[in-house]
């Protein structure tokens, strides 16, 4: 078993700089690649209609950033971990650490206003709510078995526990703007910092 994700992770990061330009993904800060657990892209929502706690409403082609973890390096961290506990901790402090730069990144965001949420589909949601993050099920049947398809390998290698009966599903999560900049970076931005209106990408 160490042998084979051994050889998937490797795999993997061969693979990882094709699926960055392929899907038009963006660090959240260029000066800082190395450090960073998030990649995103703005894109046009197409599930079905979805109402926030807070009353946002989420329907089709509204415009959200959906947020990829950087896999390949979340998995060469969790693969020095032994146990799905401290594999876990690991994942919702990086993930909790990485929030108040993604905040950033939006409010700075020449096309912020269009912005309604962040997104994003994993299986590795649990935690995700105390973090702010929403869950909400897939119901496009076809889309949600290609992401536990597509999604099966960071399953198989950032777990120790393989044969568990009930394996994770994923799910949408999604968190409204306006929350993530409130509880994730409350102060004004000092134009001095890396994340200038002038540098943010442009809406596609």
Known sequence: MHKIRSYFLSLWNLIDPLYYVFTRLSYIDQHNRKNQIFRVRLTR??????????????????????????????????????????????????IKNSLPGLARFIHNHKDEKRIKAIIGVTMLHQGSERLGFEIHSIQNKAYLRFKQIAQFPIYFLSTVNQHR????????????????????????????????????????
Do not use: C, W
């Open 165 to 204: 009966k009930n394996k994770p599903i994923p799910k949408y999560l999604f968190m409204p703007k306006q929350d993530l900049i409130e509880k994730y970076y409350p102060m004004p931005f000092p134009e001095t910092d890396h994340f200038k209106r002038s540098e943010a990408p442009p809406m596609r």
């Open 45 to 94: 929502y197409k599930g079905r209609s979805v109402i926030l706690s807070d009353g946002t409403s989420i329907h089709k082609n509204d415009f959200l950033l959906k947020i990829h973890l950087h896999n390949v390096k979340i998995l060469k961290d969790l693969y020095q971990l032994d146990n799905d506990f401290r594999k876990g901790l690991y994942l919702y402090n990086s």
